[in-house]
């Protein structure tokens, strides 16, 4: 089973600052990597696939890369809306997600 | 609008049986792979397995951690999704999310219903 690890856990900025999310798996993963945004009682919501598309309706300053096991989601500048969870998933073989990072207001 | 409604949830002892169901509308259900991601209280997303469409040969895959014990499936003719959930433990208690796929990702998503396990 492929392992994705996300860091930090937690992350505490404020707004308008720059937010850079690591995902790390624990195997190639090619360029099957997307990302979602959790807020508090809410279902998930995609924001990117296959690591650098933007899902539809998704701001700019979203922005994904990286390739193989090695993948960076960034917020170019917080705004109050996007201080949530958010998890990276790996649909190269099967589906696992990493354990989420918790962008927090500073 | 695409929609998801998930439906069958509720309190079950350990070892008894569940099915959850999912209605999709607003869009064409037999073209896209459904899939179901789980999320215990205060945990994190946790991958429960997906089935592909008819016309991209209907395969299923399910999570190690359910297989053997859980079965997905769909009927097209109605627009539902199913997750048939056997001999459930306690760690099984979660809120099922039923998702439509885009391109290869969670796209949409239900609201969720809540499964408890507990005796």
């Known amino acids: 089973e492929i392992v994705l690890t996300q860091s930090p856990a937690t992350l505490s900025l404020s707004p308008g600052e720059r937010a850079t999310l690591s995902c790390r798996a624990s195997?190639?993963?090619?360029?099957?990597l997307a990302w979602y945004q959790q807020k508090p009682g809410q279902a998930p919501r995609l924001l990117m696939y296959?690591?650098?598309n933007r899902a539809t309706g998704i701001p700019a300053r979203f922005s994904g890369s990286g390739s193989g096991t090695d993948f960076t989601l960034t917020i170019s500048s917080l705004e109050p809306e996007d201080f949530a969870v958010y998890y990276c998933?790996?649909?190269?073989?099967?589906?696992?997600f990493g354990q989420g990072t918790k962008v927090e207001i500073k | 609008e695409v929609q998801l409604v998930e439906s069958g949830g509720g309190l079950v002892q350990p070892g008894r049986s569940l099915r959850l169901s999912c209605r999709g509308s607003?869009?064409?259900?037999?073209?896209?792979?459904m899939a179901w991601v789980r999320q215990a209280p205060g945990k994190g997303l946790d991958w429960v397995g997906f089935?592909?469409?008819?016309?991209?040969?209907?395969?299923?895959e399910h999570a190690a951690s359910v297989k053997g014990r859980f079965t997905i499936s769909r009927d097209d003719s109605k627009s539902m999704a199913y997750l048939q959930m056997n001999s459930l433990k306690t760690e099984d208690t979660a809120v099922y999310y039923c998702t439509r796929e885009t391109e290869g990702a969670s796209g949409y998503w239900g609201q969720g219903t809540l499964v408890t396990v507990s005796s």
């Open positions: 195997q190639s993963v090619s360029t099957y």
């Open positions: 089935i592909r469409s008819k016309a991209s040969g209907g395969a299923i």
């Open positions: 296959d690591v650098t």
């Open positions: 607003g869009f064409t259900f037999g073209a896209y792979a």
């Open positions: 998933q790996q649909r190269y073989n099967s589906g696992t």
